[in-house]
């Protein structure tokens, strides 16, 4: 996002992304300061957002498109109720206030890290070892500083 300028960015979203290195509190700012559009995708984390405990698939897409600047999202479909479904949902979509976002993101908070996509020892580790590599190695792999900062984005 930094080296080009791009229209529009694909972002991993969900309710539960404000519990582990954010893209809501670090990517869309920045791309809302740009003037870049947003598609949301992983709204349902592969489904484990949805059913017994967790949210519906209503809550879930509503959470993502009452974020600031996310226009559309991207939902994988199995079956074709699933795509009326989610039809249904869009149709009947309206933004969703701030104390519900807010209630949403704490009942995801016991299970934040079901719902994120790299586990978490993963990111430490990878952190960790960036900061004690030499900056000839990053230079090297052609990212300079600017991988540090990346990471934080994941």
């Given at each position: 996002m930094r080296r080009f300028d791009f229209d529009t960015l694909l972002v991993a979203l969900n309710?539960?992304?404000?519990?582990?290195?954010?893209?809501?509190?670090?990517?869309?700012?920045?791309?809302s300061r740009r003037g870049m559009?947003?598609?949301g995708m992983k709204v349902y984390s592969q489904g484990h957002l949805l059913g017994e405990g967790g949210?519906?698939?209503?809550?879930?897409?509503?959470y993502v498109l009452s974020l600031q600047g996310v226009s559309t999202v991207i939902i994988g479909?199995?079956?074709?109720?699933?795509?009326?479904?989610?039809?249904r949902i869009v149709r009947?979509?309206?933004?969703?206030?701030?104390?519900?976002?807010?209630?949403?993101?704490?009942?995801?908070?016991?299970?934040a890290e079901k719902f994120t996509?790299?586990?978490?020892?993963?990111?430490?580790?990878?952190?960790k070892t960036l900061?004690?590599?030499?900056?000839?190695?990053r230079e090297m792999l052609g990212y300079k500083s600017d991988l540090h900062r990346q990471i934080h984005l994941l």
């Open positions: 309710a539960a992304d404000v519990h582990r290195l954010s893209f809501i509190r670090e990517v869309l700012p920045e791309a559009g947003l598609i949210l519906s698939a209503a809550d879930a897409m509503g479909c199995q079956t074709p109720a699933e795509v009326e479904d989610n039809v009947q979509f309206v933004p969703f206030e701030r104390s519900r976002m807010l209630g949403l993101e704490a009942r995801t908070l016991s299970n996509y790299l586990p978490m020892q993963l990111i430490l580790v990878f952190r900061a004690n590599s030499h900056n000839e190695n």
